[in-house]
């Protein structure tokens, strides 16, 4: 039953799962986002009944009608979240109430219902329970969750649905960046911008990756591995890349951050960083950085380090950036101190290797 709603999660386990020895294999390099699990959530919203019709269910192919509100007005809102294995053999989420609150928050911005925090934990905890043996046991391995909503009433009118289709599927990862991506290089994006304000950026929502693609692939042909975007106003100050935010480490032992102005993604990876460096006595700022002070700032050598972070890609240093006038290296192109400290620390208190002060950790077992 989930608590305060009602509404019960019926359990149909998948007839036919995936053979032991076949998921071993399966899970012995799962890359990520390629290999998924027997069963996903499902739960259904009509206008004036609310959320209903919810089960954990084999996974299976969606049967949609091609005027879906969806396929026509992009009404859709999605999280990223990882259930991880436990240095004592458990299972764990992190930080699943901050996702549950992201997902609101979409949501509203989508105009779409409010999922309560209740269902969607609920949801998750129940798909990681039946499909824990998916999470592998190789360093870094763990549970990759999507949950997600749709809108799902066939009508071909510009206006909010009256149905949705609310779901979690869940994918056995590796590593983000493949052969663990010492340092990441990055293309600035200078004709395209990610979000506008009032526009989208702070919902995570496809519209905003899918503006991020031509980019990225702008990118890949300059050899770069990602794409940052400047701001859609000046095209001067830094925002964040296709699906992270960036951090910047300067000699003093400072931290520094793009603010949550609207169009930029509020991580919880990101918070999370901010709250471990601050406890530990390191001066982190909010506010706005430019690229040509980040050029400066790695020439003179008062930027010592940069670096990615994002539930899927976790912490991931930053070594060169390249942009339409040349490029520029930061640091020593590689991990710095305190990237790999942040990165660590983080990663210790997702799978129950250090003590957890904030109560980030959910146990599952």
């Known amino acids: 039953m989930t608590a305060n709603t009602g509404l019960s999660f019926e359990i149909e386990a998948n007839a036919s799962p995936v053979a032991a020895n076949e998921r071993a294999e399966r899970l012995i390099d799962p890359g990520f986002g390629r290999v998924f699990t027997d069963h996903m959530a499902v739960v259904r919203y009509t206008e004036g009944q609310g959320w209903h019709s919810a089960k954990i269910q084999a996974r299976a192919p969606l049967q949609m009608d091609p005027a879906s509100s969806v396929l026509h007005y992009a009404q859709e809102i999605f999280e990223g979240m990882k259930a991880y294995r ?36 609920e949801s998750v905890r129940r798909l990681v329970e039946i499909d824990r043996d998916w999470i592998p046991e190789s360093d870094g391995g763990s549970l990759y969750l999507r949950p997600f909503m749709i809108a799902s009433e066939v009508f071909l009118g510009v206006k909010p649905s009256s149905e949705y289709l609310y779901m979690v599927i869940a994918s056995s990862v590796g590593a983000y960046f493949k052969g663990g991506a010492p340092s990441v290089s990055l293309w600035v994006s200078q004709d395209y911008t990610r979000a506008a304000p009032g526009g989208t950026g702070a919902a995570k929502c ?6 991020s693609l031509l980019a990225q692939s702008e990118a890949i042909r300059h050899g770069c591995d990602q794409v940052v ?3 859609a106003v000046e095209r ?7 699906g992270m935010n960036i951090f910047f480490v300067f000699d003093d032992g400072s931290m520094l951050t793009p603010p949550l102005t609207g169009t930029i993604l509020p991580g919880i990876t990101r ?27 790695a020439a003179s050598g008062r930027l010592t ?29 590689g991990a710095g101190q305190l990237t790999t400290q942040m990165r660590s620390r983080l990663v210790e208190i997702q799978r129950g290797q250090a003590p957890d002060p904030h109560g980030w950790v959910t146990r599952l077992d």
């Open 86 to 121: 436990l240095a004592d053999g458990g299972t764990a989420l992190f930080r699943p109430e901050a996702n549950a609150r992201r997902f609101q928050d979409s949501a509203r911005r989508m105009a779409m219902p409010e999922l309560p925090e209740e269902i969607f934990l």
């Open 206 to 211: 496809g519209g905003n990756y899918a503006s």
């Open 229 to 231: 975007f400047l701001d």
């Open 236 to 242: 001067r100050w830094i925002e964040e890349l296709g």
């Open 271 to 297: 918070d999370s960083i901010l709250k471990l460096a601050r406890e530990q006595g390191i001066t982190v700022r909010e506010e706005p950085y430019s690229l040509d002070q980040w050029r400066a700032d």
């Open 305 to 333: 380090e940069s670096f990615a972070c994002g539930t899927a890609a976790v912490v991931t240093p930053i070594g060169k950036v390249s942009t339409p006038e040349g490029s520029f290296t930061i640091g020593g192109g």
